[in-house]
């Protein structure tokens, strides 16, 4: 599932050059699009969080994996800018809730797994990222058409999406018995919607993305035009930060169970702003290149474990808590290159790059809030508990804890 959303975007992205120059849009006028594309991902993504809750995690999941490599298609076939802005925003609803839907089922699959796998899955969306723009570049470089690129990859994404759901999971949690299931309502009865954590997770989520989305857009730029490098040279910035960002993922997991999710940040956000900050006052091309290397790396884990706490803070209300933490980081991804812009204006590319490692340090400032307990009452949760490495090793002294909670609850 993580594989065909990652691809979905990283074919759009490929091929926006060939969206430009075949309805000959302006600037302005591609701006525009773009705009309207992040304003249908928001969309779906704060409106699905309601339905996740309500129907399930699976049944809103199926109609937008069916979806997206459709929705992938109508910008291609678009006869003007109109029909190009509807088509954009009905491809960012599909893809949005298709975001917060496919974490909320990871959420409920790592709990029921009973160990980390969020940062692995992520991994698959940075690999569809990498796979779908590779496809839109050989597409592009054989001389074939966006509608053409757009057909194979979304015919393909959505071939893929029936084979896959077939495993999706059903159900929100591990089923438990009426009188477990009373217990755990009577526990969570009046209590509110934690809309402080949720924002301090969103915060998170925002400044991570903010680095992604300026190391995607200004990374070659200023290697380029700062640093007076080879065009081939900055085009390999965002390179290794992908690469190295994969890596941190497929192997993140393995660091969480030994580390947990707090001090897994903290360490994550220091070497990201320690080493990219490094290489960007060392002023040279091949530190800038090792310094974005490092940001990839520190980044990796910061937004799976976001998601995934922000996924266990309320177990009946996990997709509302995805939508609004999804939400914030979406905009730090697609406000964060203007915002690095608008600095460089102010200031110079240099100097405004220097905003980038300032914001891992709040990351890691603020990193406690990953680890805060759920409510008592609920499942154990990845942010939640101590693993090692053969599966799962809960805080004793807390089950005590909450099964005396349950037992005292039952007995009122």
Not at 174 to 180: A, L, N, S, W, Y
Request: charged fraction near 10%; hydrophobic fraction near 50%; include cysteine.
């Amino acid at each position: 599932m993580f594989l065909v959303a990652g691809a979905a975007i990283g074919t759009w992205t490929a091929r926006i050059p060939a969206i430009m120059h075949g309805l000959d849009l302006s600037d302005g006028q591609l701006s525009l699009a773009l705009v309207v594309l992040a304003a249908g991902g928001l969309i779906g993504m704060g409106g699905s969080g309601r339905l996740v809750d309500r129907l399930g995690s699976r049944r809103v999941l199926i109609p937008a994996m069916l979806t997206v490599g459709g929705g992938l298609v109508g910008p291609a076939y678009a006869p003007n800018l109109t029909a190009l802005l509807g088509a954009l925003l009905a491809f960012g609803i599909c893809h949005g809730v298709l975001n917060v839907a496919m974490n909320a089922n990871a959420v409920e699959v790592q709990r029921a797994y009973q160990r980390p796998i969020m940062t692995f899955c992520h991994a698959f969306f940075s690999i569809g990222g990498v796979a779908g723009a590779a496809a839109g570049a050989a597409f592009a470089h054989a001389d074939r058409s966006a509608a053409a690129t757009f057909l194979t990859v979304g015919t393909a994404s959505t071939v893929l999406a029936v084979v896959a759901i077939r495993w999706a999971l059903a159900t929100a949690a591990p089923k438990r018995t009426g009188e477990q299931r009373h217990t755990s309502d009577a526990l969570s009865a009046g209590r509110p919607f934690p809309r402080g954590r949720v924002m301090l997770l969103g915060l998170l989520a925002f400044c991570s993305l903010i680095n992604e989305g300026a190391a995607a857009d200004w990374g070659s730029m200023y290697l380029h035009d700062t640093l007076g490098s080879s065009s081939a040279t900055a085009a390999a910035a965002y390179a290794l930060f992908a690469l190295t960002m994969t890596i941190g993922r497929l192997t993140g997991d393995r660091i969480l169970a030994r580390l947990g999710p707090v001090r897994l940040l903290r360490a994550s956000s220091l070497l990201a702003a320690l080493g990219f900050g490094s290489g960007l006052l060392a002023n040279h091309p091949a530190a800038a290149l090792a310094g974005f290397a490092v940001l990839g790396a520190g980044l990796a884990c910061v937004v799976p474990q976001v998601y995934s706490a922000a996924g266990n803070i309320d177990e009946k209300h996990a997709g509302r808590g995805l939508s609004y933490v999804a939400a914030l980081g979406y905009l730090g991804f697609v406000g964060g290159p203007a915002l690095i812009g608008g600095l460089a204006n102010l200031l110079d590319l240099a100097r405004a790059m220097l905003f980038l490692p300032a914001l891992m340090l709040i990351i890691g400032s603020l990193a406690r809030v990953v680890g805060q307990r759920q409510s008592a009452g609920t499942q154990p949760l990845a942010a939640d508990a101590k693993y090692s490495r053969p599966g799962v090793h809960r805080d004793r002294r807390a089950d005590r804890t909450r099964r005396h909670a349950i037992s005292a609850a039952s007995a009122r």
